[in-house]
């Protein structure tokens, strides 16, 4: 590791460059699955919480293995910042793409979406227990061979490889969209 962290502002600034041979997150108490880690890491950017990340994360000739399995994974950039008062925040991957743009909190996300369902399906789906504030969020997510992933996130999930997702929420106006192909 060889690089900067700066915490004399507000929010804190991050210019690092790492070789990790080897993290086993399991061992980190990161996961709970044997899931392990080795890549080039490039950081650039201002934050001190997933919401006001600013700047550029990149991850290179990577290898991430769970449960002694290779998953299909060598890379990820993740770029955020403003573009005419309009916050865009990009995620580049070997097996997705995806672009979300406008005026949102990346917290509140879950309980936007909650909202939402609830307000359609209130049998189905409970009111969130904090309601979200003012979302205003356009989306554009492409995926290749995205399911290996998905296994981490919930192991009964599968069947997004290959797909795309647009649309948009917007609780000021009562406007949810989605495009699924």
Do not use: C, W
Request: proline share 4%.
């Amino acid at each position: 590791l060889n690089g900067v962290i700066d915490f004399n502002s507000a929010t804190p600034r991050f210019d690092l460059v790492a070789d990790i041979r080897k993290a086993n997150l399991k061992e980190l108490q990161l996961t709970k699955d044997s899931i392990s880690f080795r890549g080039k890491l490039n950081f650039n950017f201002t934050s001190s919480n997933i919401d006001n990340f600013l700047g550029t994360a990149r991850i290179s000739d990577a290898e991430l293995l769970r449960n002694d399995t290779r998953l299909p994974f060598d890379s990820l950039v993740i770029t955020s910042g403003y573009e005419g008062g309009i916050k865009k925040l990009t995620a580049r991957s070997n097996e997705f793409d995806a672009k979300v743009e406008g005026d949102f909190s990346i917290t509140d996300l879950p309980n936007a979406f909650t909202y939402f369902l609830h307000k359609y399906y209130p049998a189905y789906v409970a009111q969130p227990k904090k309601m979200p504030r003012n979302q205003d969020i356009r989306f554009d997510i492409t995926t290749y061979y995205a399911d290996e992933f998905l296994l981490l996130i919930d192991s009964s999930m599968s069947g997004i490889s290959n797909s795309h997702f647009s649309g948009q929420i917007n609780l000021p106006e009562n406007i949810f969209t989605l495009k699924a192909d």
